[in-house]
């Protein structure tokens, strides 16, 4: 079954650390990009990172950079976001979402997601 | 960054009745390899966002016909032919032609009257 899992929310108080991940199955893992994409309660979609396929080129988005690591491990199948320094804006429902760079097969495969809450 | 803008952001529509969605970038979505990067998400209360429309017209497996995506350069549409009470929920468009960040737009709510 072709499927995105996550798991690793739960809630945590400002400034401390979560890592969350993200296990592919169902299709050819290795070859695909990867990005974590967050919703904050009652709002719209934001892009957090992406990780090329082999884990060469990463990106962030500017509210998590320097705070949020993005890495992956093909031969478990799992992508990972490393979220340290934790605000109480970086609570939100995080999915992850697959990216082939082809014109075709992207953001077309998503995950349940798994919730963050950041709060004291 | 491109700047997606949608409008409007709610929408109360009448079972059967038509519905449109408009999408604005702040820059032309055509990429240098000729494509245009515009997709269309549905999300359900509670679920995570599913993919209608890649490219700015082609629909994904399984989605009905009544969902059509059209446009070109900044300005782009998803229509909805005749509602259904399966349709509810909040639209996104999203550019993936100027990477990171990717961008989405605000959504668009929509309702049954």
């Known amino acids: 079954q072709v499927q995105l899992v996550e798991s690793g929310g739960g809630v945590v108080q400002p400034g401390t650390s979560l890592r969350l991940s993200c296990t592919a199955s169902?299709?050819?893992?290795?070859?695909?990009?990867m990005h974590w994409v967050r919703q904050a309660p009652g709002k719209g979609l934001e892009w957090v990172a992406l990780i090329w396929y082999d884990g060469s080129d990463k990106y962030y988005g500017d509210s998590v950079k320097g705070r949020f690591a993005i890495s992956r491990d093909n031969s478990k199948n799992t992508v990972y976001l490393q979220m340290d320094n934790l605000k109480a804006e970086d609570t939100a429902m995080y999915y992850c979402?697959?990216?082939?760079?082809?014109?075709?097969?992207?953001?077309?495969?998503w995950g349940r997601g798994t919730l963050v809450t950041v709060s004291s | 960054d491109v700047v997606m803008t949608q409008s409007p952001l709610s929408l109360l529509v009448t079972l059967g009745q038509p519905a449109s969605i408009s999408c604005r970038s702040s820059?032309?979505?055509?990429?240098?390899?000729?494509?245009?990067?515009l997709l269309w998400f549905h999300q359900r209360p509670g679920q995570s966002p599913r993919r209608l429309i890649y490219?700015?017209?082609n629909r994904d497996p399984g989605v009905p016909d009544r969902f059509s995506g059209s446009g070109s350069g900044t300005d782009f549409t998803l229509n909805i032919s005749g509602v259904e009470a399966e349709d509810v929920g909040v639209y996104y468009c999203m550019q993936g032609t100027h990477w990171h960040p990717w961008t989405f737009g605000q959504g668009t709510k929509v309702e049954i009257k």
């Open positions: 979402t697959r990216d082939l760079f082809s014109d075709v097969l992207y953001f077309d495969l």
């Open positions: 169902g299709f050819a893992f290795s070859s695909f990009g």
């Open positions: 490219k700015v017209s």
């Open positions: 820059q032309s979505l055509v990429h240098r390899d000729g494509n245009t990067y």
